[in-house]
């Protein structure tokens, strides 16, 4: 299925499992490549929505937390990937059966679109901001400088990318701090600041659950981590996908997001975190906001692709160049800007939030039941497989019955703590369903994973 140099533009081996290291990159080629997530202005954003509602304090206790968790489950997932190369689709499969692999591709699919957007739109807004002119031509011109990035993957590119412009994102994120300063003062109580303080539950609780409405990280962790070699493990699982990505990636973007968005004293939104950059360092922060969202939307393209491509195989049985997806997601994202997307999609991506959340639970739990069923194997050879899991199976009800309970409690309003606890309602409930499920015999045991 791959070509003689290892290309993804002809028929991309992000559709299928890697079984042996030929396609496989080094360490800091993929953790470049994976680090393009550590630039979004979306981070930024996230700390200063947190800190609005209820303060830096809250705000840093619900980060450390998230790093901490993030990090383990991505640790586990990575090494999973890693270990096995199977795709998102083909990881489902074997835990939810055929309906369940289509449903997870298109799911991580929709999703990388609907970010591609949101970022895209922020190059739109600042270009806007900055030179004026009509925001449709800024879109197409958006759009049609990032797909060319795109198309020759992971291995061929991405990687030299994202490793040349890391560093320029870093120093724009020191100057940009700089020339808040400069222009602002330093904002004595940035770090002390208070909140709208109606948040129905703890407000460190409330700050967590806004970073777990991100858990979609764990989908994007299995799309890269494949692609690992696997004496590579450990350095991935701490590093490119671990603890490290996401001190750098929280920690180090929230603290300047709220630093300068209270330094200027502006909206705490996404255009808000835009507007403090142009502001601070002009021109620069132009440079700073493409560079950072060019990074970010390599990722987002290159996982819509490869799972639109997969969604396309699964449906059809018949293999396609992965270009054609890139190009398909891009013509998606163009269209999306188009409309009044943030009526939208923020309610879009949550609903989708849920989904993904019960997915990453049930995920996790699969697999220590698979370790443990591994363990109790008394044959040398056993593969987890999924030819066992019929089409409707308890498995994929149990996610679809969490998830719709999520989004049932997402959008009540008669009791204001169970919509703000909702995912974390999500997760229990999918662990509970699909171990449940595994101790009344209703979801067969996978064979273990042979773990080369």
Do not use: C
């Not at 066992?388 to 703590?417: C, N």
């Amino acid at each position: 299925m791959l070509t003689n140099d290892n290309s993804e533009t002809t028929i991309d081996p992000a559709g299928h499992a890697h079984p042996d290291d030929s396609v496989r990159v080094g360490k800091w080629s993929l953790m470049m490549a994976y680090w393009a997530m550590f630039s979004a202005m979306f981070w930024l954003y996230v700390a200063v929505a947190s800190v609005s509602a209820v303060g830096t304090a809250n705000t840093l206790i619900g980060m450390a937390l998230s790093i901490v968790s993030y990090g383990a489950i991505n640790a586990v997932l990575s090494r999973h990937a890693i270990r096995t190369g199977e795709t998102i689709s083909e990881f489902s499969r074997n835990i939810f059966g055929p309906i369940g692999s289509s449903l997870a591709a298109l799911l991580f699919a929709v999703t990388a679109v609907y970010y591609a957007t949101f970022e895209g739109s922020i190059i739109a807004v600042a270009l806007n901001q900055y030179f004026g002119g009509s925001m449709h031509l800024w879109y197409i011109v958006v759009v049609l400088y990032a797909l060319p990035l795109v198309a020759k993957g992971v291995q061929n590119w991405l990687d030299k990318l994202n490793g040349a412009l890391l560093p320029l994102y870093l120093i724009g994120l020191i100057a940009v701090v700089i020339g808040a300063t400069a222009k602002q003062g330093y904002p004595a109580d940035w770090l002390v600041a208070g909140g709208a303080g109606d948040s129905a539950i703890p407000g460190w609780i409330s700050s967590y659950l806004i970073y777990m409405g991100v858990w979609v990280m764990m989908m994007y962790t299995f799309e890269f981590a494949r692609l690992g070699r696997r004496q590579d493990q450990r350095f991935h699982a701490n590093v490119t996908f671990g603890w490290v990505f996401y001190l750098a990636t929280f920690a180090l973007n929230g603290l300047v997001g709220i630093y300068i968005v209270l330094a200027w004293d502006l909206d705490s939104t996404e255009t808000g975190v835009v507007t403090a950059v142009l502001s601070s360092i002009g021109l620069l922060g132009l440079l700073l906001i493409v560079v950072s969202q060019t990074r970010i939307n390599t990722a987002n393209y290159y996982a819509a692709s490869t799972n639109l491509q997969q969604l396309y195989e699964n449906i059809t049985g018949r293999s396609t160049s992965r270009v054609i997806w890139v190009v398909v997601a891009g013509i998606l994202a163009y269209l999306f800007m188009l409309t009044n997307v943030l009526t939208y999609l923020l309610k879009a991506l949550a609903w989708q939030g849920v989904f993904v959340t019960a997915w990453v639970a049930i995920a996790l739990v699969a697999l220590y039941f698979n370790r443990r069923d591994r363990a109790r194997a008394t044959t040398a050879q056993h593969r987890w497989g999924s030819t066992h899991v019929r089409a409707v199976s308890w498995p994929i009800l149990a996610w679809v019955l969490a998830s719709a309970i999520g989004i049932a409690l997402t959008e009540q309003t008669a009791f204001p703590s169970l919509a703000a606890l909702s995912p974390i309602i999500t997760v229990v409930i999918a662990v509970a369903a699909y171990s449940l499920g595994r101790v009344l015999g209703k979801t067969p045991a996978a064979p273990g994973a042979q773990t080369p």
